[in-house]
């Protein structure tokens, strides 16, 4: 494997692993899709989790500005996907500080814990392990920059845009490989409903 894995390294990686499948899935949403990607299948092996985010910290080096800021740049996830990211990048960055927001349930915002204070101006790189519709990242964005934080950029391991993918532009965004799942609306839309393909139900 390279220092930078190809896309299709990625994507053997992550079909090795079983953390992508093929087939006829529903998401919580009502989306239909024929693809369905649970990245911490592949991040439970810890050697593959260490390559993945090695990589991802080369790509983030790359860009002079971010290199500028790694003493004191903060890595910030969303729980629980993106802590296994979140802590590899901050190792291979060697960047200044990890942490993440959390929520009770799905219907619930996210917040910090009890006493953690976000610095003014603190530089801050939102990672997770994928971006879908950009929504939990977005939220997370609005949290860091309610306590003063800057947000400077995101870093994903693999970037899998549905048809509601938030527009983060002009924030830099970083992943190892791009999935162009089908999406379906819903059900009636849907090339494999009509087909009669079985479908699975899928929570995220
Ligand atoms: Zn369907």
């Known amino acids: ?33 024929n693809e369905y990607l649970q990245v911490p299948l592949a991040m439970r092996y810890y050697q593959h989790a260490k390559t993945l985010s090695v990589a991802l910290s080369r790509l983030l080096r790359a860009n002079t500005e971010i290199r500028a800021m790694i003493p004191e740049l903060s890595i910030v996830a969303p729980a629980t996907g993106g802590l296994p990211v979140a802590y590899g990048v901050c190792e291979a960055l060697r960047a200044n500080q990890v942490y993440w927001a959390e929520r009770e349930n799905a219907h619930e915002p996210q917040h910090f814990r009890q006493y953690h204070q976000v610095q003014p101006g603190e530089p801050v790189l939102l990672v997770d392990d994928i971006l879908r519709s950009g929504k939990k990242l977005s939220e997370l964005k609005n949290l860091v920059e309610s306590k003063g934080g800057q947000v400077v950029g995101l870093a994903v391991m693999i970037y899998q845009p549905n048809p509601d993918m938030i527009d983060f532009s002009p924030l830099p965004l970083y992943y190892l490989a791009k999935l162009d799942a089908m999406y379906y609306r819903d059900a009636a839309g849907c090339q494999l409903c009509k087909a009669g393909v079985p479908v699975e139900k899928v929570q995220t």
């Open 1 to 33: 494997m390279h220092l930078i894995p190809t896309q299709d390294e990625v994507v053997a990686l992550l079909r090795n692993t079983g953390a992508l499948r093929d087939g006829h899935y529903e998401y919580s949403n009502g989306l239909h899709s």
